[in-house]
């Protein structure tokens, strides 16, 4: 059974940084790609950034150049730093497995079939 835990959510003001973590377990980490989602009050879960299992990246051009994701496939983790935050950013942010394995760094939400419970990030202004 996969399992996917965040933490590292909280408030920060504008400007800060925060670092998310995901723990996983259940699969084969190093197979599979992994992705930060976020959700705001009233929209649409979005896709944030994604890591595959070589190393290769992607990200929203909203969090380009402020956001860094990276995975530890020793410790069957994967990170999301935060920095320059806006208020903007201020969502549930969800980590997600890939459906497959030795995908890319996709950031079709159907691709991913696996989710944590979510953790939230507030940026005041």
């Known amino acids: 059974q996969v399992r996917l835990v965040e933490s590292g959510g909280g408030l920060v003001q504008a400007g800060g940084s925060l670092r998310l973590s995901c723990a996983a377990s259940?699969?084969?980490?190093?197979?599979?790609?992994m992705a930060w989602f976020r959700q705001a009050i009233g929209k649409e879960r979005e896709f944030v950034a994604a890591?595959?299992?070589?190393?290769?990246?992607s990200y929203a051009d909203s969090v380009k150049g402020r956001f860094t994701i990276s995975r530890d496939n020793a410790k069957n983790t994967v990170s999301l730093q935060m920095d320059s935050l806006k208020p903007e950013d201020t969502a549930v942010y969800y980590c997600?497995?890939?459906?497959?394995?030795?995908?890319?760094?996709?950031?079709?939400?159907?691709?991913?079939?696996?989710w944590g419970q979510g953790t939230q990030v507030t940026v005041s202004s």
């Open positions: 259940g699969r084969t980490f190093s197979s599979y790609t």
């Open positions: 890591v595959s299992w070589s190393g290769s990246t």
């Open positions: 997600a497995q890939s459906r497959s394995i030795w995908g890319s760094a996709s950031y079709t939400l159907a691709e991913y079939s696996y």
